[in-house]
Each structure stands twice: as structure tokens, then as C-alpha cells.
């Protein structure tokens, strides 16, 4: 056996390794399945929930990623990362979610950048809110207005808000799953820091100073 | 000196470090000087860090978890 092979499986049961885990799953072996949905369930779900904003959506959408694995794993050839496979996936399935709600908004830049003169300069002042959001994190009302400025980012900047930022996934990651140059994801994310950082600006400036917006 | 709008377009590659030393140093010097763009730079850094520590803490439901072993238990592990 192969130092792979050594580290299939441990006393919990658990397939430890990616490849191994795939190899389980081809095999139709339910113990490298239980493995799959303990490691990926969350990150489905909580992928989905920041998607969508809609609990029962997020739940439909792992109940069917999940089977959709079991099902099609016969297909998965291994030219990408398994993980890209199944965020893929995901996003397949969150898309039909979303398709039958929403239109598809664009952001503009020039509406998230501040005012500036002739020369280039700042022509309104800039609040500093970074110091009140710390204390304001914990409360639940600050956590819905997040989450509401995220639901709101069009969908394009959104998901490479949630896969970059939030799952932390790099730039070139993220554009593997999403089919995009590693310039357009950078390029997208920079529209959603900017398009939530006004959104929540305009939240944090209220709450310090009411009747004040930027 | 770089003027605010020119700070501001090259933001993205200043936090991830992408800059040339020459760049970067140009910026930190106009930071030096302006109040609003290090307000601006504080707010945009603070937005990722609080939208990633709030979307971070999505946790499955216990119920959640429930039904999703009831459904895979009939879709999976008994067929």
C-alpha cells in the first residue's frame, strides 16, 4: 500500500484525503459519503444562505447538491479541484434559485466612489466610521444590515464577495470556479468592497451623527 | 504628488500588495497628507473585515441538519 493508502481512512472512520475521499465516493462508499457531507455541508449551506438570504433556499440547495454528488461524482475527471467541482455546483443550483426572483442589476463605479474636483481631489469630507463598527458588530441589527447590503451586490460582484472575501478563497480559485480571468475577479471584487462599503456607510454615519450622510 | 482619485483607483492593489515599492511609497505619502483617503481606505478595509466575520458565522440550523439527514437517510444511504 502506498503512504496514500495509509492515511484512508483512521479509527473514526473518516477519509481524511481529497483523492481518497473522490475514490470513496466513486466507489459508492457511503463511509467516504458521511465524510463528504460532515466536511462540505456547512460550506454549502452557508455558500447558499449568503447567495440567496433565504434559509429554506439554502437548505433546498445543499439537499440537492448533495444528491447531485452522490449521483454524478462518475463525472467528475479531476481537471480542476474537487472543492471547485462542488462550489461549482453549489452555484449551479443557487443560480436557479435566484434566476426566478431577481433581475440582473450592474453596479456603476463612478455611483461608489466619493465626489472628487478638477484635480482629482476629495470635494466632500469622509467620514471614519472604522472605530464605531466594533462596537456595533454584535448586535443583531448591525448583522441584518450586512447581510441586507450583501443580498443587495448584483449577483456577478456577490459571488466573488462570498468566495473571495468571505471563504477566502484565492483570486485564482475564484476564477477557476467562475470561469474568469484572474483581472475580472479582481476587477468585481473591487466593485462590491466599494458598493458595500457605501451601503454600510451610510448605516455607521447615521448611527454616529443622525440626519448625516455622506 | 498622486492626486485622491488616482489613490483611490489603485486601492484594490495597495491592500493586496501589488504595487510597485515606488507606488506604494507614493501612496503612503499622499495617506500621510489626507485625511479624507485614509478615512476612505479605514472604511473600505473595515467593510470586508465586518462582511466576512458576519457572513462567516452562518451556521446550519440543528433542524436543518435534521431533515438533511432524513432526506439523505431516503435518498442515499437507503437505496
Known sequence: MSARGHNVTRNTGKVEKEEDLVQGLKKGDLKAFDTFVERYQKKIYALAFNMTHNPMDAQDVVQEVLLTIFRKIGTFQGKSAFSSWVYRITLNAVYMKLRSKKKQQTVSLDDMLPNFNHSGYH???????????????????????????????????????????????????????????????????????????????????EYRDPGVKQ | MICCKECLELLYGYLEGELTPEVHAKLNEHFEDCPPCIAFLQTYRTTTKICRETLKSVEVPEEVKVKLQVFLNENVRNK
Open chain 1, 123 to 205: 470635494q466632500d469630507k469622509i467620514r471614519d466610521w472604522s472605530q464605531n463598527s466594533e462596537s456595533l458588530l454584535f448586535s443583531n441589527e448591525t448583522r441584518e444590515v450586512i447581510q441586507n447590503a450583501v443580498n443587495l451586490l448584483p449577483e456577478k460582484e456577490k459571488v466573488v464577495f462570498v468566495l473571495r472575501d468571505v471563504d477566502e478563497l484565492s483570486t485564482e480559485r475564484v476564477g477557476e470556479i467562475l470561469g474568469l480571468t484572474v483581472p475580472a475577479v479582481k476587477s468585481r471584487l473591487h466593485r462590491a468592497r466599494l458598493f458595500l462599503r457605501k451601503k454600510l456607510s451610510t448605516y455607521f454615519e
